[in-house]
């Protein structure tokens, strides 16, 4: 297996073959588009093209709809191909609210104009729905896709793979991990040495790998290519990046985020979520552990860029779409009831050495990755 990203070649990409791939050939089922927008009226005769702040949604209109209404449908053997508007969620996995629009304009129902009447729902998106969407198709039966954040190095590599392939490495990795008794994340920034301990306590493990095969209602997350867990606790401190010029450290007790302390700069941020996580306890709850199983250029999108080999992430809120047990309910408000993915890659966190990463299984230890390579316990399982 080819472990370096600018070596790898990839085939121009077909919508056909990544349709065909992930929900299976099609059978006459009803599919649609849906893209979030600030004011999601402004689809009505496509006004939100004329913004060049919404690249996202542009690129759902170009890749997707556009395609399916130039002959891909009847090539695909599915049919509508409408693309409707809901509001921009605001956060990641929030809710939708039910309220979208067509592109003439009319006033509709996610619930009952949407989800009730079509078999396969695609959303192009600014914020991730995968959590909300994952809980409607389990309720009405649809399958789906979420992409958000879509640029072109995403469509030209990882939209371009063969998902089977994505699925069978993902499954090496899954089989090498699962029911770990806990992982180990080393942090180095500025000095400052740390470690935060993950307990999976035996815990299968789980892996997003692009398939939605048809007969069971399902959403994929595109690109995929993970391995993950909802750990059932955790503890240490790790470092957090507010923005480009503020990394604070967060210290976990009992699974949940309790505080967080500056490292450098903004001060200001660290009053913020401190604040925050005293208002409201579940937001520094750890909703998932994910370890990236794919050989892919960085995008500089975590959707794709989390699915690298070599990459780390650990999420907080809302875990319910992965099977876990913190929901939306149980945060003081809707708009903190997000699942927030916390990625550790080379161009995102240049500025955190990541020199180890531990599992813990069955009394032994075993070297997963160092700085930001996966180790020789990695490779031989995608070799394998």
Do not use: W
Not at 203 to 219: I, M, N, Y
Not at 304 to 312: C, F, N, R, S, Y
Request: hydrophobic share 35%; charged share 25%; proline share 4%.
């Amino acid at each position: 297996m080819e472990l370096d990203a600018s070596r790898r070649t990839f085939p121009p990409f077909s919508l056909k073959r990544l349709m065909e791939t992930c929900f299976d050939k099609g059978s006459g089922e009803r599919l649609c588009i849906l893209i979030d927008l600030p004011d999601p009226t402004e689809i009505k005769d496509f006004a939100f093209l004329d913004n060049h702040r919404l690249s996202i949604q542009n690129y759902g209109y170009k890749v997707f709809y556009q395609s399916f209404k130039n002959g891909g449908l009847d090539e695909m053997n599915y049919t509508d191909g409408a693309i409707y508007a809901y509001h921009e969620t605001g956060g990641s996995n929030l809710d939708m609210r039910d309220e979208c629009y067509d592109t003439n304009g009319n006033l509709l129902s996610l619930d009952k104009d949407i989800y009730s009447n079509y078999g396969i729902i695609l959303v192009v998106s600014t914020f991730s729905a995968t959590a909300p969407l994952t809980a409607k198709a389990k309720e009405f039966g649809f399958r789906g896709a979420t992409l958000h954040g879509l640029n072109q190095i995403i469509v030209d590599t990882g939209l371009s793979v063969d998902y089977n392939d994505v699925s069978d490495e993902a499954e090496k990795i899954r089989l090498g991990l699962t029911k770990a008794d806990y992982f180990e994340i080393d942090f180095e920034v500025e000095g400052v040495k740390t470690t935060l301990k993950l307990i999976t306590d035996g815990q299968e493990a789980q892996k997003s790998h692009g398939l939605c095969p048809r007969g069971k209602p399902d959403v994929a997350n595109l690109p995929a290519g993970e391995v993950y867990f909802v750990p059932e606790g955790a503890e240490g401190q790790f470092p957090f990046k507010y923005d480009e010029e503020t990394l604070g450290l967060l210290t976990v007790e009992d699974g949940k985020i309790v505080s967080s302390r500056l490292i450098y700069g903004d001060y200001d941020h660290i009053e913020e979520h401190n604040a925050k996580l005293k208002d409201d306890p579940m937001i520094g709850a750890i909703g998932e552990l994910g370890f990236g199983t794919q050989v892919l250029p960085f995008s500089g999108r975590d959707i794709q860029d989390e699915k690298i080999l070599g990459t780390i992430h650990v999420a907080t809120g809302r875990d319910d779409h992965l099977g876990g047990k913190i929901t939306p309910d149980m945060f003081k408000e809707h708009a903190n009831s997000s699942h927030d993915d916390v990625l550790y890659a080379p161009h995102k966190t240049p500025e955190v050495r990541v020199p180890e990463v531990r599992m813990i299984k069955d009394g032994e230890i075993t070297i997963l990755m160092a700085s930001y390579r996966p180790g020789k316990f990695m490779v031989d399982l995608l070799n394998a």
